[in-house]
Structures are given as C-alpha cells and as structure tokens.
C-alpha cells in the first residue's frame, strides 16, 4: 500500500522564482556571442539543462565538447550572479521543507541545475541540513521529461517512488515525475496557467497552500 515517505521538490519554479534571472544570464551570455534570445527560445528550454539548451538551440552539435561546456558554465556563472543580486526565494518553501521533516518524512531535492547553482539556494534558504538527498544536471545523463532525476533521488533517499510525491512548476517536469511512477503537484506560482499542469495530481498557485496532511491525502485509495 502506497504511503507518504518522501517529498521531492525541483528547484527553479518551486523553492525560487528564477524566471527572470535565468531568463536574464541567457541574454546576457547572447549578447557576449553577438545573437538574440527571445523568450519563447527560453520558455522552450525549462526544465532542461544548460548544456542541451546549447545543443538543440545554440548548434551546439557543431561545437566541441568543451566549447559547449564553455558557454554552458558561462550561463550558470551570470545566473549566479543576479541571485547574489536579489535572491527571488519562494513564500513557504522554508516552512513547507519543516514541516516536511518535522513530520518524519524524507526530503529531496531533484533539479536540472549544476551543483553550485543548488548549493548556493539551498544555503541562502538556510535548509541544507532539513535535505537528505540532493540530484543536479551533474548526476544525470538525461534531462526532464526523462524520469532519471527522479528516480534517483527515490534511490538516494532510499524510498520506492510510489511512496515519494514531486513538487513541479514545469509540464516536462511533471511528466518525468509521471515517468518515476511518483504522485507530482503542480506549482503554478511563476505565472503558468493552471491548464498546462494539468497532468499533475493536484495543482496549487503558491507551496503555502500545501500542508503534510494535504499531501497525504493524494495517497488515499492506493
């Protein structure tokens, strides 16, 4: 019988808006090679890594491996920055990943991002130490909507993904939570519609709307 023993949250969309930081470090890495980003070339890459961002839409499959590794550190390094500018943090993030502990339940962290981008938010949130488990780009081989960030996670926090539930704000996200076999609840709190997370479990406009007991309620009946 399937049970609340996990909560998996991704990073960009969920414990941080950076929508506008990410969307910013990719301008700014364009304009350094003399090309334009638009946004819609933004919102196509979410939820992937930098690095297969380059590839599909820089022609990066032209480039070596250390020039896509180049510009694909470049990027993280500029988002870096404008977090150390304004550090965008979601409202209950901090007190959803508490209560999360308090009440006995495991925590992780699956994200697309390179470690020192995961690292740096989960310090300045100040709940390194409430995460038992931490995947990024730099664990995986594949990219959401591929389950393997997931499922790794499930692995390192030693839980069976039927028992783990994925808070996700991107639809490619959701349907690798989906992929894991996990429960997912969408987080529609950086401006999606509702509609496009409608693959979800259940969808919510901020994390403060979720509670330990709400989470387990999506587990009744299984």
């Known amino acids: 019988m399937a049970r609340l023993e ?5 990073m ?3 414990l941080i808006d950076s929508y506008d930081a990410h969307f910013r470090s990719w301008r700014k890495l364009a304009a350094e090679r003399g090309r334009e980003y638009s946004e819609d070339d933004f919102v196509a890459g979410f939820g992937r890594t ?5 590839l599909e839409q820089w022609g990066g499959e ?3 491996d250390g020039e896509v590794a180049t510009l694909a550190d470049r990027k993280e390094a500029l988002f870096r920055e ?3 500018e304004e550090f965008p943090a979601m409202p209950g993030a901090v007190e959803l990943i508490s209560d ?9 962290v699956g994200s697309s991002g390179p470690p020192d981008n995961v690292q740096l938010v989960l310090e300045r949130l100040g709940v390194r130490e409430l995460v038992d488990a931490v995947v990024t780009g730099a664990d995986v081989t594949r990219g959401k909507p591929d389950a393997q960030v ?10 069976a993904p039927q028992n783990a539930v994925v808070l996700e704000d991107a639809p490619v996200g959701i349907e690798a939570a989906r992929r894991a076999g996990m429960k997912v609840i969408g987080v529609a709190s950086t401006g999606r519609a ?3 997370l409608k693959a979800a479990d259940r969808v919510v406009e901020s994390l403060t709307e979720l509670t330990v007991a709400g989470m387990r309620q999506l587990f009744e009946g299984d």
């Open 82 to 84: 404008s977090l150390a």
């Open 12 to 14: 960009d969309g969920v």
């Open 100 to 108: 999360v502990r308090r009440a006995g339940i495991r925590v992780g």
């Open 50 to 54: 930098s690095r297969e961002v380059i």
């Open 194 to 196: 509702p509609d496009e």
């Open 62 to 64: 032209r480039m070596s």
């Open 6 to 10: 996990a909560v998996i949250f991704d």
């Open 150 to 159: 997931f499922e790794l996670v499930a692995r390192r926090l030693g839980v």
